[in-house]
């Protein structure tokens, strides 16, 4: 097929996907993936937006596979995406960081892809309306990841199938580095709904417009400033900073306060909001870096890699950015469980570069 034009600015995400698709950048099959995960993004952005009038503040009082208090709006954010990909007839496993393991989608409605997902990161904030959002990465299929049971009926296939493939195979993760990643995105639940994503040719960003109910291209092609004076870390967590990098982060803190990479310029300005979503949306956008490092509790940080590091950072390499353990990128940590966490420096890319040469 001729390689059309993206659409542009103003286009509706459907018709992105369309002419993606006619374009040859993407799959048919990862097209109702993507259009299955627009939809899960505006289901639950109704739900975040009322939250506060229709009792879906506060928490649903069970503790996930993190030990975090689930909050309401955690548990319904993951029955939605779950949902959603499992009708879509093209997810053959989905792992979410609401679910203790990897679930089998059962054969009969199983497709090829792997999607992973953090269906409501920041829920903590709900409860004071601050921004909160959705992340998504979708693998390309792995066979081990879609059970072969004879079906005798389709509840027992189905309990079977995810019983029998999360506990004897586990979700094959070897080809799950974020190299591997089809397509990454988020949805951020704020002043406005906005549906940011890559199929590895760039980033788009569609606002959701309410009066029709459709995601409409806000921004294309969206590109990282080399350069931000924006710095995005939890100070309050400065103390317990895991050894290995403490000296240097607060060398690098220190130095900041100096002006930074233009020493002697101007100081940089901390914005946290305890939202990855909301400071990754403002770092792609003005610049700047992110960083959750270890800790004392957390050596290896708070972030999972399958479902929120290594999607963010395909988004800002795609961007023109850079997604960092502090000592490697992102994108070529091979994950060992589901769960696993890393160090996580996201942003400009002279920014990372700058934080990294106080860790080497
Ligand atoms: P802290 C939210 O719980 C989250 O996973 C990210 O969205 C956010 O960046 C981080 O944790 C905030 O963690 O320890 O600074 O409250």
New binding site residues.
């Given amino acids: 097929r001729a390689r059309t034009a993206p659409a542009g600015l103003g286009s509706t995400f459907t018709t992105w996907l369309l002419k993606e698709e006619i374009g040859g950048r993407v799959d048919g099959e990862l097209a109702i993936v993507l259009s299955s995960v627009a939809l899960a993004c505006k289901q639950i952005a109704s739900r975040v937006q009322r939250a506060p009038v229709a009792g879906d503040t506060g928490l649903a009082g069970d503790v996930n596979v993190q030990g ?1 208090d689930q909050k309401k709006l955690d548990v319904v954010a993951n029955e939605i995406f779950c949902d959603v990909l499992r009708t879509s007839g093209r997810t053959g496993v989905i792992a979410s960081e609401e679910e203790d393991v990897p679930v089998a989608v059962e054969e009969t409605y199983a497709g090829n892809y792997v999607v992973v997902f ?1 269906p409501l ?5 709900l409860d004071a309306a601050v921004s ?2 959705s992340i998504f990465g979708v693998y390309d299929s792995d066979e081990q990841c879609v059970p072969d049971f004879d079906a005798e009926d389709d509840a027992a296939v189905e309990e079977k199938c995810i019983a029998n493939v999360c506990q004897a195979r586990p979700l094959h993760l070897h080809s799950h580095r974020g190299n591997n990643l089809q397509a990454a995105g988020y949805c951020m639940y704020s002043s406005s709904t906005m549906l940011v994503l890559t199929v590895g040719d760039g980033v788009y960003m569609f606002t959701l417009d309410a009066s029709i109910g459709e995601f409409v291209m806000s921004h294309e092609r969206v590109r990282i400033p080399e350069r931000g004076r924006i710095y995005s870390f ?1 100070e ?2 400065a103390k317990a900073r895991s050894i290995s990098h403490c000296e240097g982060l607060k060398r690098y803190a220190d130095d900041l306060r100096a002006g930074g990479i233009d020493q002697n310029g101007k100081p940089y300005s901390a914005r ?8 990754f949306h403002r770092t792609l956008l003005y610049g700047g870096i ?1 960083g ?1 490092p270890g800790d004392a509790k957390n050596p290896n940080g ?2 999972r890699l399958l479902y ?1 590091c290594a999607p963010m950072s395909f988004i800002a390499e795609q961007a023109g950015g850079m997604g960092s353990t502090g000592t490697g990128r992102v994108m070529d940590v091979e994950p060992s469980e589901v769960h696993q966490r890393v160090p996580f420096y996201v942003g400009s890319a002279k920014e990372v570069q700058y934080l990294e040469s106080f860790l080497a």
């Fill in positions: 975090e953090d990161d920041g829920s903590s904030n909160t959002g939890n309050g967590n946290y909001i305890g939202s990855l979503v909301g400071d992110y959750y708070k972030l929120e």
